[in-house]
């Protein structure tokens, strides 16, 4: 089973999308913005939570890299389905921050940074 750091990172937003995603120092990707909102890589969707009208999409990656998109006003991935980076998983409304995290074995990773909003691991 390959490494989280094998993975090569994608953009949680399209390239034609306005957001301007931030990364918080704990290593949290968010952004409020309207629009498509993508995995940072392929995997499967583990859990769909709805909560108030919103939508958490948790994705495993391997056994024990998984990522977490909150904040979602739609999911369109269902809990078992193969997910693509290219691929939207939910839209945001632009009313709500949606943030996105990545974890190790249930540890919150912070070893990247943004790239023109791509995320890329720290060498």
């Known amino acids: 089973e390959p490494a989280y750091t094998e993975f ?3 953009p949680v937003v399209s390239d034609l ?14 952004f409020t913005a309207e ?14 939570i709805e909560e108030n009208g919103l939508y958490t ?7 024990t890299f998984t990522s977490v998109i909150t904040g979602l006003k739609n999911a369109y991935s269902a809990q078992g389905t193969a ?19 990545m974890y190790d074995n249930g540890v919150l990773l912070n070893c990247f940074t943004l790239n023109d909003e791509v995320p890329v691991w720290k060498s």
């Open 17 to 30: 999308s306005e957001a301007e995603v931030a990364v918080s120092e704990s290593g949290v990707l968010s």
């Open 57 to 63: 999409v948790e994705i495993a990656h391997t056994s």
């Open 8 to 10: 090569v990172l994608s």
């Open 83 to 101: 997910v693509a980076a290219n691929i939207p998983v939910g839209y945001s409304d632009g009313q709500n921050e949606v943030k996105v995290s």
């Open 35 to 48: 629009g498509s909102v993508y995995p940072v890589c392929k995997g499967k969707v583990s859990k769909v």
